[in-house]
């Protein structure tokens, strides 16, 4: 019989269509881009009769122990999606203007712009709290957004603009300065400057300007990232030139501030994301997965670090002397450039952001240099958290968020209302000052410098376990069929099918493979035994065994001779003896 080239053909193409099928499956993952996600304004109305989405209502996320429910939520989410889940609701009580100011326009387009609004740009938007008149103070805040993106009504900005406005009792300025490449440094201070020398002659009613005269209400600034290294270089640069703005800022607060432009700070490797994943599960049967480090930055160390320094080079206008500026890049600001009219600071800042020593050394140098500054950290969030207040779509408020926008209420309103900070911290060093030979000679100048008011935060809505060993690894536990088949179920159909694919095609051509083996490895034993005629040994060592002997289908005895698949049929002799 001749070889069955027909069916073998057929398995063969059978293997090639599987092949390219799971290539096919396999190429159609979605891009791994950061898209970013625009988001306007958002009245309460447009929220009516939205529901929550079920993710992190279910069980999804126990693995991600001693965290709270809500921050559960946001790490699960933000891991997969570094642009999602921002607030999406505006505070109820405030409303909205918009203004656009004499000469500041600008136009954002394919060439000098790369944010996803596009065309003429520059207009204010204004939060006013109930019941604002000429006389209530005002805030203005630099939006975020590594000065390339980002304006006041897109991002979640209009969301976090509105709860500031309540909180704070003022009425909150948001301008849409001009982005990089169009702006830069220098023309991005400047826009600041102007807008707040415009807010401090006018109020956000016609009129308020000949209502007050030479009279003026408190200001406040603020910002957060990018906008937060904005507002710094505004407070240092009202420092050295007072006459800019004529009359004193009543605060500054930062969310999370971009400071340091060369990018060196320690937390770029110490806060770098990583993922700790085990082959077991916890004593509650969840994976032994967990995420640490900077959850919105993802890259490793080099490439982070190298990203944010190319971003701080555009925004200088390629000025590399610019990086080590202390004004320009506050985090080089030494005591000295804290001292004189600079008003109290709040910083609040994540615990685990790649960028945590941008406020924390900028709050000591602050204090060192005689400002009254208030320093929170908060354990395990990311950056500029409070724009995620609403907790990720869980349907319970992020802890920490809400937390850190209600003390900036409470930084603003006691400094407004009463005249004071809510509290700050007094240091006394020794009678008469250190000795000049002395370390703390350097930093410590006798009745001016100070230290932050400094608080490391925990979420109180942490989940606690009942048991002991309840955190530990289930070191007993099976991982059976049934465990296979609910964690396939969880997978997006973009993993399965080609894991599918794949698996089958593996199956197959193993089994083909074996199959010839088997097929091939017969025919040349078969083919061996009866050429040579030769006799096979064993059973109990005696010398019995089973002579092949080729016989024609006539019955007349042959020779051995070579095998071949044909019309010859085969027979057994047993014989024994010598």
């Given at each position: 019989?001749?070889?069955k080239?027909?069916?073998?053909?057929?398995?063969?193409?059978?293997?090639?269509?599987?092949?390219?099928?799971s290539?096919?499956?396999?190429?159609?993952?979605?891009?791994?881009?950061r898209?970013?996600?625009?988001?306007?304004?958002?009245?309460?109305?447009?929220?009516?009769?939205?529901?929550?989405?079920?993710?992190?209502?279910?069980?999804g996320?126990?693995?991600?122990?001693?965290?709270?429910?809500?921050?559960?939520?946001?790490?699960?989410k933000?891991v997969k999606?570094?642009?999602?889940?921002?607030?999406?609701?505006?505070?109820?009580?405030v409303?909205?203007?918009t203004l656009?100011?004499?000469?500041?326009?600008w136009?954002?387009?394919?060439e000098?712009c790369?944010?996803?609004?596009q065309?003429?740009?520059?207009?204010?938007?204004?939060?006013?709290?109930?019941?604002a008149?000429?006389?209530?103070?005002?805030?203005?805040?630099?939006?975020?957004?590594s000065?390339?993106?980002?304006?006041?009504?897109?991002d979640?900005?209009?969301?976090?603009?509105?709860?500031?406005?309540?909180?704070?009792?003022?009425?909150?300025?948001?301008?849409?300065?001009p982005?990089?490449?169009?702006?830069?440094?220098?023309?991005?201070?400047?826009w600041?400057?102007?807008?707040?020398?415009?807010?401090?002659?006018?109020?956000?009613?016609e009129?308020?300007?000949?209502?007050?005269?030479?009279?003026?209400?408190?200001?406040?600034v603020?910002?957060d990232?990018?906008?937060?290294?904005?507002?710094m270089?505004?407070?240092?640069?009202?420092?050295?030139?007072?006459?800019?703005?004529?009359?004193?800022?009543?605060?500054?607060?930062?969310?999370?501030?971009?400071?340091?432009?060369?990018?060196?700070?320690?937390?770029?490797?110490?806060?770098?994301?990583?993922?700790?994943q085990?082959?077991?599960?916890?004593?509650?049967?969840?994976?032994?997965?967990?995420?640490?480090?900077?959850?919105?930055?993802?890259?490793?160390?080099?490439?982070?670090?190298?990203?944010f320094?190319?971003?701080?080079?555009?925004?200088?206008?390629?000025?590399f002397?610019?990086?080590?500026?202390?004004?320009?890049?506050p985090?080089?600001?030494q005591?000295?450039?804290?001292?004189?009219?600079l008003?109290?600071?709040?910083?609040?800042?994540?615990?685990?952001?790649s960028?945590?020593?941008?406020?924390?050394?900028?709050?000591?140098?602050?204090?060192?240099?005689?400002?009254?500054v208030?320093?929170?950290v908060?354990h395990?969030?990311?950056?500029?958290?409070p724009?995620?207040?609403?907790?990720?779509?869980?349907?319970e408020?992020?802890?920490?968020?809400?937390?850190?926008?209600?003390?900036?209420?409470?930084?603003?309103?006691?400094?407004?209302?009463?005249?004071r900070?809510?509290?700050?911290?007094?240091v006394e060093?020794?009678?008469?000052?250190?000795?000049?030979?002395?370390?703390l000679?350097?930093?410590?100048?006798?009745?001016?410098?100070k230290?932050p008011?400094?608080?490391?935060?925990?979420d109180?809505?942490?989940?606690?376990?009942?048991?002991?060993?309840?955190l530990?690894p289930n070191r007993?536990?099976?991982?059976?069929?049934?465990?296979?088949?609910?964690?396939?179920a969880?997978q997006?159909?973009w993993?399965?099918?080609?894991?599918?694919?794949?698996?089958?095609?593996?199956?197959?051509?193993?089994?083909?493979?074996?199959g010839?083996?088997?097929e091939?490895?017969?025919?040349?034993?078969?083919?061996r035994?009866?050429?040579?005629?030769?006799?096979?040994?064993?059973?109990?060592?005696?010398?019995?065994?089973?002579?092949?002997?080729a016989?024609?289908?006539?019955?007349?005895?042959?020779?051995?001779?070579?095998?071949?698949?044909?019309?010859?049929?085969?027979?057994?002799r047993?014989?024994?003896?010598?």
């Amino acid at each position: 019989m001749q070889p069955k080239s027909g069916r073998r053909g057929g398995s063969s193409m059978l293997l090639l269509v599987l092949l390219a099928t799971s290539c096919l499956l396999g190429s159609a993952k979605p891009s791994r881009g950061r898209p970013r996600t625009v988001r306007s304004v958002l009245l309460a109305s447009d929220l009516a009769g939205r529901t929550e989405p079920e993710e992190c209502k279910l069980s999804g996320h126990k693995d991600l122990h001693l965290l709270s429910p809500a921050t559960a939520c946001c790490y699960g989410k933000i891991v997969k999606n570094t642009s999602c889940c921002m607030d999406q609701q505006i505070a109820p009580g405030v409303t909205r203007k918009t203004l656009q100011r004499k000469g500041m326009h600008w136009n954002c387009t394919e060439e000098n712009c790369w944010d996803t609004v596009q065309g003429p740009r520059g207009r204010d938007s204004f939060w006013l709290p109930e019941g604002a008149t000429c006389s209530t103070p005002r805030t203005l805040y630099t939006h975020g957004g590594s000065w390339m993106y980002g304006s006041p009504d897109t991002d979640s900005y209009a969301q976090l603009g509105s709860r500031l406005a309540k909180v704070t009792g003022t009425v909150v300025m948001l301008t849409d300065y001009p982005l990089v490449p169009a702006g830069n440094y220098s023309s991005i201070l400047q826009w600041a400057i102007d807008a707040l020398q415009w807010l401090s002659l006018n109020g956000p009613f016609e009129g308020c300007d000949e209502e007050h005269g030479a009279k003026r209400v408190p200001l406040f600034v603020g910002g957060d990232s990018s906008g937060g290294g904005t507002t710094m270089s505004l407070v240092l640069t009202l420092a050295k030139r007072p006459q800019l703005l004529g009359q004193k800022l009543a605060g500054a607060f930062f969310f999370s501030p971009w400071t340091n432009l060369m990018c060196n700070t320690p937390e770029y490797y110490s806060n770098a994301f990583s993922k700790i994943q085990g082959s077991g599960k916890f004593q509650d049967d969840s994976k032994l997965t967990m995420y640490t480090g900077d959850i919105l930055f993802q890259e490793v160390t080099p490439e982070n670090a190298d990203a944010f320094n190319g971003n701080a080079v555009d925004y200088l206008g390629g000025d590399f002397e610019l990086q080590t500026d202390p004004i320009a890049s506050p985090f080089f600001a030494q005591p000295a450039d804290f001292a004189g009219s600079l008003p109290p600071l709040y910083f609040a800042v994540g615990a685990s952001e790649s960028i945590l020593g941008d406020s924390v050394r900028v709050a000591q140098h602050a204090a060192q240099g005689g400002c009254d500054v208030i320093l929170e950290v908060y354990h395990g969030m990311w950056h500029v958290f409070p724009m995620y207040s609403e907790g990720c779509g869980l349907g319970e408020p992020l802890w920490a968020g809400a937390y850190a926008i209600n003390q900036t209420g409470l930084f603003v309103r006691h400094i407004h209302e009463q005249g004071r900070l809510p509290y700050k911290l007094k240091v006394e060093g020794p009678n008469g000052g250190p000795p000049e030979s002395s370390i703390l000679a350097k930093f410590w100048q006798p009745s001016v410098s100070k230290v932050p008011f400094f608080r490391y935060l925990y979420d109180p809505n942490v989940r606690h376990f009942s048991k002991v060993g309840e955190l530990l690894p289930n070191r007993d536990a099976t991982y059976s069929y049934k465990d296979i088949m609910k964690d396939l179920a969880k997978q997006s159909p973009w993993i399965v099918l080609p894991s599918l694919t794949g698996a089958a095609v593996t199956i197959f051509v193993m089994g083909f493979c074996l199959g010839g083996l088997t097929e091939f490895g017969g025919e040349r034993a078969v083919r061996r035994f009866a050429h040579g005629g030769g006799w096979c040994t064993g059973f109990a060592g005696g010398r019995v065994g089973w002579k092949f002997s080729a016989r024609s289908t006539s019955g007349t005895a042959r020779a051995p001779r070579p095998i071949y698949w044909g019309s010859r049929s085969w027979s057994l002799r047993r014989s024994s003896g010598a």
